[in-house]
């Protein structure tokens, strides 16, 4: 659906955050005498009348009867279409959208194909896997819109001048069905990894992994490239896209810390700013994409050296007497902490787990535990701390590692650094499971960690290249 069709519809916003401001201002702009009503928490409701004046009737109460008097709503990524309201309107024949959507509708050409445009998306690594596509894309000479997911809404550069000539972006799995729903067609899609996460958006894993594949399965990119060494990913067939696979022998792969194309060695990664060996396997993602874009591929994969990792992924934010902190608190899921494990292998660790209980199955880190494993101290906490701790004290028992159970982070910094008995080592904060409930987001639990171990927390939360450049 594109802006325009909404003219004489009745149009609701439902979320007041980033998302949602965008939202009404590009609609104020285009559309500057349809009647919008916003649907938010009352703890939000007094900020979005001053912000908008008369523009905008304000409603704190959401029903699914409610929501059913509008044709469309236009709702934020983070509120489910799942839930009760929503599928009562949707009965009804509301129809739900949001801001992705929008985008990618206004920047379809005329066959359908959001031309120069690379969409990012995977339970792991996306972030860092976009941004890595961006700054490649500069060091080849182009000017790059680097948006989405991690940080800058799609509709807050809906028509800069000069356009980018690439768009690089990354999608969250409440993002990706929103491109299939625009009836556009990016022209290169990469999908990563897929690992159960955001059950409690999505409903079950077999809905977050149908979801999260939308952007192949639905939106049919000109391009599709995909991980050959997932199992979700290995059997997928797109009769309407032409697939490129990476690692796999044939395509872009690793071999030890060297990138292949096929049997050509290309770059040696083992001393790149990359963090953990998962993003460096994603760099075969990343220079797949490339080539299919028409660029040189072998020869903009040095420039990788150049790239500042992203915060609160594996971000390494200072030593202190002897212990190094490690901040890679945008980790949600089990696999993603058994990744961050790993990259700290030869090191006396202290592990921070635990934060908002979504229902995960810990069961594979668990297993893992009981196996090959670094020197480590466990440290859980937060909501689902305690449900963690039972399944990991059968190993403590046994002796395979360390296990401590803390309520908070702040108790849990002081049980790591007491763990580790002043011998130095890495306090590595992967918690597998989102901030919600304590922090506003992943980024507040980092700057809360970083003031934790004494450090500035301004100085870790910048992302670096997002927008246009």
Not at 200 to 220: C, F, N, P
Not at 246 to 257: A, E, I, K
Not at 292 to 321: H, K, M, S
Request: charged letters at 15%.
């Amino acid at each position: 659906m594109r802006i325009s069709q909404l003219e004489g519809k009745r149009v609701a916003l439902w979320g007041w955050g980033r998302e949602g401001r965008a939202a009404f201002r590009v609609l104020q702009q285009r559309l500057p005498s349809l009647p919008l009503t916003l649907f938010c928490p009352e703890a939000e409701a007094a900020a979005a009348r001053e912000e908008t004046g008369a523009a905008l009737t304000v409603r704190s109460e959401v029903t699914g009867e409610a929501l059913a008097a509008f044709d469309v709503v236009i709702k934020s990524p983070g509120i489910s279409p799942y839930g009760e309201a929503a599928l009562h309107a949707g009965a009804q024949g509301t129809q739900f959208i949001g801001g992705t959507s929008l985008w990618f509708a206004e920047q379809a050409a005329g066959d359908g194909i959001v031309h120069d445009t690379v969409c990012v998306t995977g339970t792991k690594g996306k972030s860092t896997t976009t941004a890595l596509l961006a700054h490649l894309l500069r060091a080849s000479g182009a000017r790059t819109g680097l948006i989405g997911n991690i940080g800058l809404p799609l509709l807050e550069v809906l028509a800069p001048q000069p356009a980018p000539q690439y768009w690089a972006v990354e999608l969250s799995s409440y993002q990706t069905g929103e491109v299939a729903r625009s009836g556009a067609h990016p022209q290169v899609a990469i999908v990563l990894n897929l690992f159960p996460e955001h059950l409690d958006w999505h409903g079950s894993e077999a809905r977050y992994i149908e979801d999260k594949l939308q952007l192949v399965t639905g939106a049919a990119p000109r391009i599709a490239v995909l991980n050959a060494a997932d199992p979700h990913l290995a059997g997928l067939s797109l009769p309407r896209s032409e697939i490129i696979w990476f690692n796999q022998p044939l395509g872009w792969h690793m071999r030890g810390d060297v990138v292949h194309r096929g049997e050509q060695p290309v770059f040696d990664t083992s001393h790149t700013p990359l963090p953990g060996r998962h993003n460096r396997g994603n760099l075969c993602a990343v220079l797949a994409a490339i080539e299919a874009l028409g660029l040189d591929a072998v020869a903009l994969a040095p420039r990788v050296q150049d790239f500042r990792p992203l915060p609160n992924r594996l971000q390494t934010i200072g030593t202190r007497e002897g212990i190094t902190y490690v901040n890679d608190s945008i980790s949600t899921t089990p696999h993603a902490s058994l990744a961050a494990l790993e990259c700290f292998a030869g090191h006396r660790i202290a592990l921070l787990v635990g934060g908002h209980d979504r229902g995960l199955d810990w069961h594979d880190f668990v297993a893992h535990m009981a196996h090959d494993v670094p020197p480590v101290e466990i440290v859980t906490m937060g909501a689902n701390g305690p449900r963690i701790h039972a399944l990991l004290q059968p190993l403590a028992d046994a002796g395979r590692f360390g296990l401590h159970a803390a309520t908070d982070l702040p108790e849990a910094m002081q049980l790591a650094q007491a763990a580790l008995g002043g011998q130095g080592g890495v306090v590595l904060l992967s918690p597998g499971a989102p901030s919600y409930g304590v922090y506003r987001d992943y980024v507040a639990r980092g700057r809360h960690f970083a003031e934790l171990a004494g450090f500035d927390p301004d100085q870790i939360t910048a992302i670096p290249g997002i927008g246009i450049a």
